[in-house]
Every structure is written in structure tokens, then in C-alpha cells.
């Protein structure tokens, strides 16, 4: 259960850091910075989410 929840946490970072360090394209080049801002709260937001369940099911086993 723990690997799983390793496994989800990881792969969401990747997709925050992703969306981070994305090379700027012609669909990146439109997004302004404030945008920037606001996809990365959501991701953190996402992952605090991610953590909080993984942490429930974790006491609930124990």
C-alpha cells in the first residue's frame, strides 16, 4: 500500500515538474506568467490531496 502510494506521489511531482521545466512551445508562449502561477498551486494542490489520502489510508491500516 505504501509502494502504491509512493508510485502516485512521484508520478504526480513528475507531472508538476513537467509542466515546470515544459520547453516553450507556441502553446507555452501564449501562457502568461500569472498562468504559470495558477497551474502550479493546482498542481501542489493536486499533490497535498494525493498525500493527505495516502496518509488516511495509511493510519486507517494501522
Avoid at 17 to 43: C, F, G, M, V, W
Wanted: glycine letters at 4%.
Amino acid at each position: 500500500m505504501r509502494f502504491l502510494g509512493l508510485i502516485i506521489t512521484l508520478a504526480i511531482i513528475g507531472y508538476a515538474i513537467h509542466i515546470y521545466l515544459d520547453s516553450p512551445t507556441d502553446r507555452n508562449a501564449e501562457i502568461k506568467p500569472e498562468q504559470q502561477i495558477d497551474q502550479a498551486t493546482q498542481a501542489a494542490d493536486l499533490m497535498n490531496q494525493a498525500l493527505q489520502r495516502q496518509q488516511e489510508k495509511f493510519d486507517h491500516t494501522n
